[in-house]
């Protein structure tokens, strides 16, 4: 069956791509800018927009990897619904939706988008599933980035509040999985990383990835908020991600054994994660 792929040159849908081509299945890979896709040799890449459902074509589409953050926030539930009603009505019958674990903690301010395409997928009459990852890995390459690559350190407020950053190669894997398995179909999936680390452990994780010492120099929340911006990151974005960590520093958060569940093996290291990112976080990158 053809599956198809949003989001497909982005962090996780490559990966979804990737698997999916291993295990021999026909691949319509759907992306803003087919010319810089760089996928796999047989992937139909055909260019679009999840912002544009009716130019989309779903014939011969029996199976979709949707990540529900590429809607326009403000118009999401009346994309997604025009969306997916075109995709069941053209033969889907499997959807596998990204979102977030801030689904199931309902976090006031986050969730409700991201639940409220949940539902129309639920809705929808295809089998669902929904993939719902805690925090990315990759995002350390935004906020941590620099200063490991310049000068081997990480700052950041709450030295020993707790996370437990998962691979972006794990959520593929859960995704595929759900895709191309039964057994799947009603499931909810909270994932995260095999471990709980403090943002001091989480440094010298990436160190050891790396091979190379990495220091950790800890910020209050404004200093924190200050260096994030001036990195790069929008203020909301900054205020987001630090809201999270103040969270987790009261209310740490756990490992999850959705990911071992599914797979049935442990998920990947934060430290496997850096030895896979090195190339970006060199000094000479």
Known sequence: MTILVTGATGTVGRHVVDRLVAAGRPVRALTRNPEAAGLPDGVDVVKGDLNRPGELSFDGVQGVFLIAGLFDPEHATDLAQAFVSRTVAAGAARIV?????????????????????EQIVEKSGAAWT?????????????VWGESIRTENLVRNAYPDGIGVPI???????????????????????DLTGPQALTHR???EAIGAGLGRAIAFEGLTYGQARR???????????????????????????AVSPAFEQVTGRKGRTLAQWA?????????AA
Not at 236 to 245: R, S, T
């Open 167 to 189: 691979h972006e190669a794990d959520i593929a894997d859960v995704a595929a999985i759900a895709l191309l398995e039964h057994g799947h179909a009603g499931r909810a999936y």
């Open 97 to 117: 939706s990204l979102t977030s674990s801030g689904v199931t903690s309902r976090r006031a301010g986050f969730y409700e988008t991201l639940h409220a395409v």
């Open 201 to 203: 452990q989480q440094a």
């Open 275 to 283: 030895a896979d990112h090195a190339a970006e976080l060199d000094p």
């Open 130 to 142: 929904h993939v719902r990852p805690g925090e990315f890995a990759v995002n350390k390459l935004d």
């Open 227 to 253: 260096a994030y911006i001036e990195g790069g990151l929008p203020m909301e974005v900054a205020e987001f991600i630090l809201g999270y960590q103040a969270e987790y520093a009261e209310e740490p958060p």
